[in-house]
């Protein structure tokens, strides 16, 4: 059992280009989210999504796209990298049952922009 | 709109020593409120949550945390900290009526262990 992961966990983008953060989760969950983590910021929603072909703008979606198609993979899609996008990325998922409110988390993928 | 505040960037205690993390948050009615804990390099782990009933919540690795629905605070103790603590701890509200579906996650407080 897997739980989360994210590939890759490093990347160096110059600016303007383009790239996709992977996340897959195992565990058949259908909640999944994307969060950017800054450096004394905390954690920030980019977007979430409560299952396959549906997802929502969290916190700080500009610049960001995402899709669904499977219950497993929630990839998140940079167009045109700027600096102000170097941060750490991070995915979760949690079930969508009464009472499974815990957010389990990918190890991140650190990206700078330059 | 929820928010969470956590008002220590930074803590350093003995290993030993007690702790205390604070939190609070901003929110109408009664949350959802968790604490996260993220080990350098490491994405985050749940510690302990709250729901509703007993204000005082045992989670893991000995932490427990209190709600205080006056003060609007949800601390996390340790009474003795171990060299295997130090790492950055988040507090986060969800909201009841949506079913936790979204966090919000408060700035962090990291913290280091002297030996």
Known sequence: ?114 | AQSVTQPDIHITVSEGASLELRCNYSYGATPYLFWYVQSPGQGLQLLLKYFSGDTLVQGIKGFEAEFKRSQSSFNLRKPSVHWSDAAEYFCAVGSVRQGAQKLVFGQGTRLTINP
């Open chain 1, 1 to 114: 059992n897997a739980g989360v992961t994210q590939t890759p966990k490093f990347r160096i983008l110059k600016i303007g280009q383009s790239m996709t953060l992977q996340c897959t989760q195992d565990m058949n969950h259908n909640y999944m989210y994307w969060y950017r983590q800054d450096p004394g910021m905390g954690l920030k929603l980019i977007y979430y999504s409560v299952g396959a072909g549906i997802t929502d703008k969290g916190e700080v979606p500009n610049g960001y796209n995402v899709s669904r198609s499977t219950t497993e993979d929630f990839p998140l899609r940079l167009e045109l990298a700027a600096p102000s996008q170097t941060s750490v990325y991070f995915c979760a998922s949690r079930a969508s049952g009464q009472g499974s409110y815990e957010q389990y988390f990918g190890p991140g993928t650190r990206l700078t922009v330059t």
